[in-house]
Antibody, heavy 129, light 107 residues
């Protein structure tokens, strides 16, 4: 079964850039699934950041749009998150997740419906000097 | 964006009892594209329900999702000790994807 594992620094300085990588194992990243980043600030609900397809196509949550880049490296079965201009409000557990393989008409196109069937365990990122 | 409000914030029950968790959307969820997840500390979130009422692979029969439009619920009959966790709903019918704030199910 597919496994996802986040990696990256646990501490980022204010105004700095967060770079996280998600490694996909026991399965291919070059499938019909999309691959997402989701975060959970302390004491709050989950927040979807954005998603990437193995071709490099992306879709972002407008809340993050000016600060976020999600990319994919098929050769390494990895996808990555870059989030710039970090503040204390970005302190959170960051998860990578796989969008399901169930197709449906959603967001104006026929595509895998974006609920998440596999998740990583999460990576705590603290923004502090 | 669609705001999801879960209630109650915390539900205290005992093993063997029935739990009903609510998720209300600020506007109708397209195609009832609503999912439920279970969270435990240090573990990957677990998909329970998608499409409001479809159980994910391997999910026990005691978990049932229902509802449509703006009102959805997750029912857990005969609570087992391993069911005490946090539960979140997610809508994916409209972009951006949004989640509820979570309901904590306590013993």
């Amino acid at each position: 079964q597919v496994q996802l594992q986040e990696s990256g620094p646990g501490l980022v300085k204010p105004s700095g850039t967060l770079s996280l990588t998600c490694t996909v194992s026991s399965g291919s990243i070059s499938t019909t699934n999309w691959w997402s980043w989701v975060r959970q600030p302390p004491g709050k609900g989950l927040e979807w950041i954005g998603e990437v397809y193995y071709t490099g196509s992306t879709k972002y949550n407008p809340f993050f749009k000016n600060r976020v880049t999600i990319s994919v490296d098929k050769s390494r079965s990895q996808f990555s998150l870059n989030l710039t201009s970090m503040t204390a409000a970005d302190t959170a557990v960051y998860y990578c997740a796989r969008t399901s393989g169930f197709f449906g008409f959603v967001w104006g196109s026929y595509r895998p419906t974006p609920f998440f069937d596999y998740w990583g365990q999460g990576s705590l990122v603290t923004v502090s000097s | 964006e669609i705001v999801l409000t879960q209630s109650p914030d915390t539900l205290s029950l005992s093993p063997g009892e029935r739990a009903t968790l609510s998720c209300r959307a600020s506007q109708s969820v397209t195609s009832n594209y609503l999912a439920w997840y279970q969270h435990k500390p240090g573990l990957a979130p677990r998909l329970l329900i998608h499409g409001a009422s479809n159980k994910a692979t391997g999910i026990p029969d005691r978990f049932t999702g229902s509802g449509s439009g703006t009102d959805f619920s997750l029912t857990i009959t005969r609570l087992e000790p391993e069911d005490f966790a946090v539960y979140s709903c997610q809508q994916y019918g409209s972009s951006p994807i949004t989640f509820g704030q979570g309901t904590r199910l306590d013993i």
